[in-house]
Nanobody, 121 residues
Framework: QVQLVESGGGLVQAGGSLRLSCAAS????????MGWFRQAPGKEREFVAA????????YYADFVKDRFTISRDNAKNTVYLQMNSLKSEDTAVYYC??????????????WGQGTQVTVSS
C-alpha cells in the first residue's frame, strides 16, 4: 500500500500558476500509475490527470488540456501537477491517487486530506 500526501495548494489569481506535489511512501512507487482528482464544493470528485508508472504516458481531462501538466520523479517518490492559466472553476480540493494501472485509478478510494486550490477572479 502506498501512502500519499498532497501539498502545494493555495490562493492564486485567475491566470496564475501553482504546482502541486504528491509525496508517496514505500519502495514500490515506480511501479504505480498515479493520478490527480479534484472535488469542488457541492460536486462529485472528478478525474484531472494521470501518468503511467514510467512517466511515458499521460492522460488529461478535456477541461485541463494544454493548461495542466502531470509529471513524476520516481527517484523522489513524487508526482506533480503543474497548473497554468488557472480559472475560477479550477477551485477545488485536489487529491492524488495510486493504482496498478491508469484504468484502475478510477477505482481508488483511499483518499487523503488533499490540498485546497482557490482561484480568485
Amino acid at each position: 500500500q502506498v501512502q500519499l500526501v498532497e501539498s502545494g495548494g493555495g490562493l492564486v489569481q485567475a491566470g496564475g500558476s501553482l504546482r502541486l506535489s504528491c509525496a508517496a511512501s514505500g519502495r514500490t512507487f515506480s511501479s504505480y500509475a498515479m493520478g490527480w482528482f479534484r472535488q469542488a464544493p457541492g460536486k462529485e470528485r472528478e478525474f484531472v490527470a494521470a501518468i503511467n508508472y514510467s512517466g511515458r504516458s499521460t492522460y488529461y481531462a478535456d477541461f485541463v488540456k494544454d493548461r495542466f501538466t502531470i509529471s513524476r520523479d520516481n527517484a523522489k517518490n513524487t508526482v506533480y501537477l503543474q497548473m497554468n492559466s488557472l480559472k475560477s472553476e479550477d477551485t477545488a480540493v485536489y487529491y492524488c491517487a495510486a493504482a496498478s494501472t491508469v484504468a484502475a485509478l478510477h477505482e481508488y478510494d483511499d483518499w487523503g486530506q488533499g490540498t485546497q486550490v482557490t482561484v480568485s477572479s
